[in-house]
């Protein structure tokens, strides 16, 4: 009977400290309302193509973002993110032209660029800190392809340091990369591969806060 009591009391320990049921430190449980907002600091996305004949850095500013995270559950975490393509800039007015035009992201067929979360799986929890695997549906060029990204969440509790905006902070971290080919991006012949690489960089750090 003992030893009964023992393995399901060693069990349940187990499962509380399996990711699964960490919980991200001094928040208490219950889903939020996350909204990004630039007033934190910009959120931008930034993306490099790096190919043999040129590499392209680029920002993607105004993201826009809107969540829910329980810090008890994150695995029931949701939302969506999107920003716009013609804000996408890359310190040439010409190349963003092309970029915007039809041959490559099209952006007046397919203005936003989005992606929305399906299921989360929690990697870590170290505090404040959580790191999860976000998947979901990204959409570019009017194309849904289903990636699954790696996320650091960073959660501040409202006090002074957060008096900006109402509410905690949270803020978003990912680096991931997109094939132009999985968004049937093509662009001008012989120009990808070449002077546009066949793979983007994505880095993107993102802020937001609680919501009533």
Same mark, same amino acid.
């Given at each position: 009977?003992?030893? *009964? %009591?023992?393995?399901?009391?060693?069990?349940a320990?187990?499962?509380?400290?399996?990711?699964?049921?960490?919980?991200?430190?001094?928040?208490?449980?219950?889903?939020?309302?996350v909204?990004?907002?630039?007033?934190?600091?910009?959120?931008?996305?930034?993306?490099? &193509?790096?190919?043999?004949?040129?590499?392209?850095?680029?920002?993607?500013?105004?993201?826009?973002?809107?969540?829910?995270?329980?810090?008890? %559950?994150?695995?029931?975490?949701?939302?969506?993110?999107?920003?716009?393509?013609?804000?996408?800039?890359?310190?040439n007015?010409?190349?963003?032209?092309? *970029?915007?035009?039809?041959?490559?992201?099209?952006?007046?067929?397919?203005?936003?660029?989005?992606?929305?979360?399906?299921?989360?799986?929690?990697?870590?929890?170290?505090?404040?800190?959580?790191?999860?695997?976000?998947?979901?549906?990204?959409?570019?060029?009017?194309?849904?392809?289903?990636?699954?990204?790696?996320?650091?969440?960073?959660?501040?509790?409202?006090?002074?340091?957060?008096?900006r905006?109402?509410?905690?902070w949270?803020?978003?971290?990912?680096?991931?990369? *997109?094939?132009?080919?999985?968004?049937k991006?093509?662009?001008?012949?012989?120009?990808?591969?070449?002077?546009?690489?066949? &793979?983007?960089?994505?880095?993107?750090?993102?802020?937001g806060?609680?919501?009533?």
């Amino acid at each position: 009977m003992r030893t *009964l %009591k023992l393995l399901s009391a060693l069990v349940a320990l187990s499962l509380l400290a399996s990711p699964a049921f960490a919980q991200i430190a001094g928040v208490p449980a219950g889903a939020r309302k996350v909204k990004l907002n630039d007033q934190i600091r910009a959120n931008q996305i930034d993306w490099t &193509s790096a190919a043999p004949m040129e590499k392209i850095k680029g920002t993607a500013p105004g993201v826009k973002g809107d969540l829910s995270i329980d810090p008890a %559950k994150l695995e029931a975490m949701t939302g969506k993110f999107w920003f716009a393509v013609m804000d996408m800039k890359t310190g040439n007015t010409t190349r963003d032209r092309h *970029l915007q035009g039809s041959e490559w992201l099209n952006a007046e067929k397919n203005p936003n660029i989005t992606f929305e979360i399906a299921s989360v799986a929690v990697r870590k929890v170290d505090g404040d800190k959580a790191s999860v695997d976000a998947t979901g549906s990204m959409e570019v060029n009017g194309v849904k392809k289903r990636i699954t990204v790696p996320v650091t969440l960073s959660w501040k509790v409202a006090g002074e340091q957060t008096s900006r905006v109402a509410g905690d902070w949270v803020k978003i971290d990912t680096k991931f990369d *997109l094939k132009l080919a999985d968004y049937k991006i093509a662009g001008k012949a012989g120009v990808v591969g070449s002077k546009v690489g066949e &793979s983007i960089a994505i880095s993107a750090t993102l802020y937001g806060h609680t919501v009533q």
